[in-house]
C-alpha cells in the first residue's frame, strides 16, 4: 500500500498509508473517466500514477482545442507518438478525435493531423471546428469523406465544395453546421453514406435553396435552416425536424413511416398546410408546433399520437385550436395569451404539462376562459400549472361560490411559480377549490424544485 505525507499549517508532518482505488479500476473505466478531458489535460492527469502514465498514452481518443498554448506543436508531438507506436501490439488505436480550432490561415498541423487520421483505418467518431479568421473557410480534405470506419462525423465552418467522392459506408450520424456546400454537393454527400441513419443540417453557408434528402437509410432528419424548397425522399424516415422558413415536398408514399414531427418557427405555414402534412403521417406518434404564428383555425385529429407539444407566443387569442386524439398520454401546453377558443378530447390523458400566463387586467372573460380551459384536463392522471403570478391561478370569492370547480375527479396537481408563492390557509383553499379530490403539490422556485409543499383536504 502506497504512503503519503501530509504536512499541516502549523509545519508538522505526518505519514498515512494511501490507497489507490483509481488506479485499480479497470482500464475501459478510466478511459471513461478521461474521456471528459482534453488531451493537455489527460497528459497532466499522467503524472498521478504509474498505470495512469501508461493509460494516458494509450486512450482510444484525442481531443484538441485552441486553448493550448502552441497548439500546432502540441497537436504534432502527440500524433508523432502516435505514429511511433502503430508497430506496438500494445498500442490502442485511435477510435474517437475532436479538434475545435480557430487559426489566421490553412495550416499545416491541421492537415498533417486529418491526413493522419485519414490513413489510421480505425477512426469511430470525428468531430471538427475549424474556424479562419479571414473570410475564407477551411477546405476538408478529401480523405476524411473516405474514412470507411467512421461511423459519427460532425462537421462546423468548413467547406465541402470541390469534393469528388465520398466513401463513407459505416457512417450513421452526420451533423454539418455552419458547413459551406451547395445543391449539388448534398445527393453526391448522401449517396457516399449507405447505412446513414440521421442528418442534422444547421446554418448552411453556400448556394443551397433546393436541396433534395434522398436516402433508403435516412431515419431521423434534422432542419434549422430556411430554404426556398427542400424535396425529401425517405420512405424510412421515422423522425423529421423543420426548423425555421421552408417550403415542403414530399408525400405519404416517400415518408409514410414518420413518427416524430416538429414544427419550429414556420411562419409561412398556414393552417391547411400543417393539416395537409399532418394528415399524409399516418403513424405518427409525437408532434411539437412551436411559433407558427400563421395558425389561426388548426384542428389535429390523429388516431395514433400520444405526445403533443404546442407552444406559442404570438397566436391570436381568437384563434380556434380543437384536438382530439384518443390515445394522447401527454400534453405540453405553452402559449400567451390564453386561448379563449380551445377544445381538447383525450380520454386517455396521463400527463399534462401547461403555462399560465394571466392578462394585464384580470375580468369576468379571463376567468370564464380559464375555468373552460382546466375543466378539460380534470380526466388526466397529473397536471402541472406553471405560473408567471399565483394571481393567475386564483379565482375572486364570488366566482367559486358561484361556480363548481374546474377539475373535481383531479388526483395530483403540480404548481411551479416563477418565484415563491404564500403558503397562508387562505391560499391553500384557493388552490385546493380548483382540485378538491388532488394532492397539491408546489414546486418552490426559490429552491430549485428542491423544496416540495405538499397538502390536501
Known sequence: MDRKKVKLHSGAEFTLAAEDRISRLPDDIIHHILSSFTTLSVARLSILSKRWNYLSNAVPFLYFTSSIKKFCLSVNRCLKRRENDLLSATNTPISRFKLVRK?????????????FLAQSGNLKELDLEISLY?????????????????????????????????????????????VTLNDQILPILLSGC??????????SLGNMSNPKFSSLTLKSLEIYVGFTKIEIEARNLQSLVLNFHVR????????????????????????????????????????AICFCSKIKKLKICKQHLKHFLFEENDCCPEAVITIDTPNLVSFRFRQTPLLFN????????????????????????????????????????QLRLRLISEEDIIFPTKFRRTCRPPMPTLKH??????????MSSDMKDRLLWLAPSATVSIEDSKFYRDKIFSFRN
Open 103 to 115: 487559426c489566421y490561415a490553412r495550416n499545416i498541423y491541421i492537415d498533417r493531423c486529418l491526413n
Open 134 to 178: 479571414s473570410n475564407k473557410v477551411y477546405s476538408l480534405p478529401q480523405g476524411i469523406l473516405n474514412m470507411r470506419s467512421l461511423t459519427l462525423l460532425m462537421l462546423r465552418h468548413v467547406s465541402l465544395e470541390g469534393i469528388v467522392s465520398v466513401d463513407l459506408p459505416s457512417l450513421i450520424s452526420l451533423t454539418l453546421d455552419r
Open 194 to 203: 449507405s447505412s446513414i441513419e440521421k442528418l442534422c443540417l444547421i446554418r
Open 248 to 287: 415542403y415536398n414530399f408525400n405519404h408514399s416517400s415518408c409514410g413511416k414518420i413518427q416524430k414531427l416538429s414544427l419550429v418557427s414556420l411562419h409561412s405555414f398556414t393552417d391547411g398546410k400543417i393539416e395537409d402534412l399532418i394528415f399524409q403521417l399516418p403513424l405518427l406518434e409525437d408532434l
Open 342 to 381: 380551445f377544445s381538447m378530447i383525450a380520454p386517455n390523458i396521463l400527463n399534462a404539462d401547461l403555462n399560465i400566463h394571466g392578462p394585464k387586467t384580470y375580468d369576468f372573460r379571463w376567468y370564464l376562459t380559464l375555468h373552460t380551459f382546466l375543466a378539460q384536463f380534470d380526466i388526466s392522471k
Open 413 to 422: 396537481l403540480k404548481i411551479t411559480p416563477h418565484s415563491t408563492m404564500s
